[in-house]
C-alpha cells in the first residue's frame, strides 16, 4: 500500500462517465432507445463509446451525426428528455466501477483526503447512478453540468466543486478520461491524472496529462507522486 502519510490532505476529484464508472453500455442503450424511436438503426457500443463525455444532448447528436442526420432544436429537446426519462430507469443496469476503484478510494479515504466528483452528467443523474453502485456515501461532494450553470472546460465548475467537498484547489488532483478534464484541470491551475480505459475521440495521453494510468490500482502512486511534486516546489 501506498503512504500518504508525508503529504497533507487533498482533495481527489473524479469524472464519472469513463473514469469512476463504465456507463457506457447504459448510455448506448438509451441512446439507441431514442434512435429507434425516430427510425434510425442502433448505433454499435464500439464506435459509440467515444461519444460519450459531454453530457446528454451531445451524445444524442453524436450519434444523428453518426448516421448523416440533423434535426430541429425542438425535435432535439424532445429526444434529449426521452433520452433522460428512459436513462433514468436504467441508469445502473449494466454500468459498473471499474476494477481497482473503490480499493482506491478506501486508500484516499483511510489517509484523510476528500473525495468528489466533477462531471458534465446532470447532478441528480450522477447522484442516482452512485446511490445504486452504492459510491455516493464516498464523496464529500458530487456536482453536475447543472450545479454551477457551467460545464467543463469552464474552471468554475472545478474549483465549486473542490469549495463544495471543504478543499482548496491549491490542494487538489483532477482525474479523468477526456479533454475536458484535462482542460478543466489546466484553467483551474490544478494538476491532472489521465485514464486510459475511458471515453475520448482523442487519445488521452496526447492531451498530456501530468499523469497517465492504465488501471486504477496505478491511481493511488500517481497521485502520491504529484502530491510529492507539489511539497518539494513550494519548500
Known amino acids: 500500500m501506498t503512504s500518504f502519510k508525508t503529504t497533507s490532505p487533498h482533495t481527489i476529484v473524479f ?57 430541429t432544436p425542438a425535435d432535439m429537446d424532445r429526444m434529449t428528455a426521452d433520452f433522460i426519462a428512459y436513462y433514468a430507469d436504467h441508469i445502473a443496469v449494466e454500468s459498473r466501477p471499474f476494477e481497482g476503484l473503490e480499493a482506491a478510494l478506501d486508500q484516499f479515504a483511510a489517509q484523510g483526503h476528500r473525495l468528489a466528483v466533477c ?20 464523496f464529500a461532494a458530487i456536482c453536475g453540468a447543472d450545479t454551477f450553470g457551467v460545464q467543463k472546460p469552464d474552471p468554475t465548475i472545478l474549483r465549486e466543486t473542490v469549495a463544495r467537498a471543504g478543499g482548496e484547489v491549491k490542494a487538489s488532483i483532477m482525474v479523468g478520461d477526456a479533454g475536458t478534464d484535462v482542460g478543466v484541470a489546466r484553467r483551474a491551475g490544478v494538476p491532472v491524472i489521465g485514464v486510459s480505459f475511458g471515453y475520448t475521440d482523442v487519445p488521452i495521453a496526447e492531451l498530456k496529462p501530468d499523469r497517465l494510468i492504465h488501471h486504477m490500482r496505478d491511481l493511488p502512486a500517481a497521485a502520491i507522486s504529484l502530491m510529492t511534486a507539489s511539497n518539494t516546489a513550494t519548500l
Open 15 to 71: 469524472d464519472l462517465d469513463g473514469t469512476l464508472v463504465d456507463t457506457a453500455p447504459d448510455l448506448i442503450t438509451a441512446l439507441n432507445y431514442v434512435l429507434d424511436r425516430e427510425g434510425l438503426p442502433p448505433v454499435p457500443m464500439a464506435s459509440a463509446r467515444n461519444m460519450i463525455g459531454a453530457g446528454a444532448r451531445k451524445l444524442i447528436e453524436r450519434g444523428l451525426e453518426a448516421e448523416g442526420r440533423t434535426v
Open 119 to 138: 462531471t458534465n452528467k446532470l447532478e441528480w443523474l450522477s447522484k442516482r447512478l452512485l446511490d445504486q453502485l452504492d459510491l455516493s456515501r464516498r
